[in-house]
């Protein structure tokens, strides 16, 4: 009788041709015996191979479970009287698997281990279980290896492939993504999200070139669709319409989104420069009559995004030459001078009026402000303070502890060069 025939005609428990028994026992004083035969026990475990090679004259073979693992023996034992080809098919749930490739890895059953591997390498994996997957894989060494190739870190080129395509989805550089449309840009966001996100190890990501050329193209796209459908409002024939400003908006939050994730590659500088570059078309058009009563969405998105832009700045993460950083001021200072009073007023008239800067948003523009203004040139920073001076709206931004510090360094100023010139008269007297 071949091993086939001889493995098709034994069963495990059958006690009439057993001729060796397994005896499974815990801590718990739990204990079972199993009815084998020693031709399948010596054909698919060198363990029990090993064991059977100086049987004593009981016939039993004894192996003492952990009180977590005793199921899994049990399993293992009706796996050996099945043919190869089976065992795959019969396992019901990843973690029956993950029990049992333990247990084989112990009891050297190559065959069983094998085909758990087989198993656990092709089904898909709850996070709990992916958990479990690894503790174990970790302690049964390299034999485990291909159940986690999954899990394996990908070349970096490979790594950057996925998240330039990742990018060009996010920022929308290939045109909608029909069908799915937003649920992919949602998603494509969130993953490039985390993928710039810096944990306790590294990001998975780091900007090179490459990916940074990527991005600069979809900024520029995105800033240039912006401007564009900023500047065709003042062709629309009804702008109290929700789908208009609601378009204009959509375009505006993928920019906000973009400025968002820009410091994590150094790149913030690339927006801050695009967004002074169209502030001034911006800014005429939303100050046009006829966007008087209407758009206050937009309106208050617009200083958001700003505020970003002033903070980048004003806090010495974006380096911009004076002139620029003035001009940078000087354009939208007053557009959110003017802005606060009249959102204030409107929430005061309209019960529930949703478009407003909050408490946070206002004192993070005023501080950036502040310091914006405190780096800049004396006499550039005399002008800013001459001019909020000279303004009805003085409550905000509230800048009185810029023009303290600026007094203060103007009369030290002057005090050093009255000083400095009494020195040099000293001097020429001693002469």
């Known amino acids: 009788m071949d091993k086939a025939q001889e493995a098709n005609s034994c069963k495990l428990g059958d006690r009439s041709t057993s001729d060796v028994t397994v005896r499974l026992s815990n801590r718990e004083g739990r204990s079972e015996w199993f009815y084998s035969h020693s031709s399948i026990l010596i054909n698919k475990s060198k363990f029990f191979a090993d064991r059977l090679s100086h049987l004593d004259s009981t016939g039993c073979i004894e192996i003492h479970c952990s009180d977590f693992d005793y199921d899994d023996h049990v399993s293992l034992l009706r796996l050996l009287y099945l043919p ?7 396992f019901d749930s990843v973690k029956t698997a993950i029990g ?12 069983i281990t094998q085909s758990c591997i087989q198993y656990l390498e092709a089904s898909p994996w709850e996070d709990k279980e992916e958990e479990e997957i690894i503790k174990a894989v970790s302690k049964l060494g390299p034999v485990a290896i291909p159940i986690v190739a999954r899990l394996q870190p990908v070349d970096l080129s490979t790594t950057r492939n996925v998240f330039v395509s990742a990018i060009r989805f996010a920022m929308s550089i290939g045109g909608p993504c029909l069908p799915f449309g937003d649920e992919l840009i949602t998603s494509a966001r969130e993953q490039v999200e985390y993928m710039l996100e810096e944990d306790d190890d590294t990001p998975l990501i780091t900007a090179d070139d490459e990916v940074k050329l990527v991005v600069k193209t979809g900024l520029s796209k995105i800033c240039s669709s912006f401007e564009k ?5 003042l062709l629309e024939s009804d702008l109290t319409s929700e789908a208009v400003e609601d378009r204009v908006l959509r375009i505006l939050s993928d920019l906000e989104w973009t400025c968002n994730i820009l410091p994590k590659m150094d790149l913030m500088k690339e927006f801050v420069c695009n967004w002074t570059e169209i502030s001034g078309n911006i800014l005429t058009v939303v100050a046009d009559r006829k966007l008087d009563s209407v758009m206050w969405g937009l309106k208050v998105k617009l200083i958001e995004v700003t505020g970003k832009v002033l903070e980048a700045v004003g806090y010495g993460n974006v380096i911009l030459p004076p002139a620029c950083r003035v001009q940078l001021l000087k354009s939208w200072l007053p557009y959110i001078r003017k802005m606060k009073p009249l959102l204030d007023s409107k929430g005061n008239e309209e019960l529930g009026f949703p478009h407003k800067m909050d408490e946070d948003l206002c004192e993070s523009i005023e501080g950036a402000i502040v310091s ?9 920073q005399a002008e800013i303070l001459a001019d909020w001076m000279n303004t009805e709206q003085v409550r905000y931004p509230d800048l ?3 023009f303290e510090v600026w007094c203060y360094r103007t009369k030290s100023a002057k005090r050093r060069l009255v000083e400095g010139l009494d020195k040099i008269g000293n001097a020429a007297v001693s002469l």
């Open 84 to 90: 190869e080809n089976s065992v795959v098919d019969s």
């Open 100 to 111: 049992i490739l333990q247990v084989a890895v112990a009891l050297q059953c190559e065959e």
């Open 229 to 233: 459908e900023v500047s065709s409002l």
């Open 372 to 380: 914006l203004i405190l780096a800049l040139p004396s006499n550039d």
């Open 400 to 402: 009185s502890e810029a």
